[in-house]
């Protein structure tokens, strides 16, 4: 469906703050527009998790509620890349942090569930620690 490539992970002190940012790659040519996308993270030892998703145009996000307040989500289409701005980062933000695409067929409604995507990328890593 697409290629997603991610980038912006680091090692960073509690309170700091990371971007990482997705490019899209989309097989068929069809405008990234036409797509929801959404962040998801997995923590060493535990199930992947819901971080944020955002709808094709941008203008509906959603959040999970360890993350609402502190990061943002949002996309440039025009430079086919959604970037997920994280301040306020503490230890329990430490994961490797996937970016996906939805199915085309998919409306994004804020679920958070994996089936909803059908593309990932290969993920970043982002270190809180003192």
């Known amino acids: 469906q697409a290629q997603l490539v991610e980038s912006g992970g680091g090692l960073v002190q509690p309170g700091d703050s990371l971007r990482l940012s997705c490019v899209a790659s989309?097989?068929?040519?069809?405008?990234?527009?036409?797509?929801?996308m959404g962040w998801f993270r997995q923590a060493q030892g535990k199930e992947r998790e819901f971080v944020a998703e955002?709808?094709?145009?941008?203008?509906?996000?959603y959040y999970a509620a360890s993350v609402k307040g502190r990061f943002t989500i949002s996309r440039d289409n025009r430079k086919n890349t959604m970037y997920l701005q994280m301040n306020s980062l503490s230890p329990d933000d430490t994961a490797v942090y996937y970016c996906?695409?939805?199915?085309?067929?998919?409306?994004?409604?804020?679920?958070?569930?994996?089936?909803?995507?059908?593309?990932w990328g290969q993920g970043t890593q982002a270190t809180v620690s003192s």
């Open positions: 996906g695409l939805f199915r085309a067929s998919v409306f994004c409604q804020g679920r958070g569930d994996q089936d909803d995507y059908g593309s």
């Open positions: 989309v097989y068929s040519g069809r405008a990234l527009s036409m797509y929801s």
């Open positions: 955002l709808n094709g145009n941008g203008d509906s996000t």
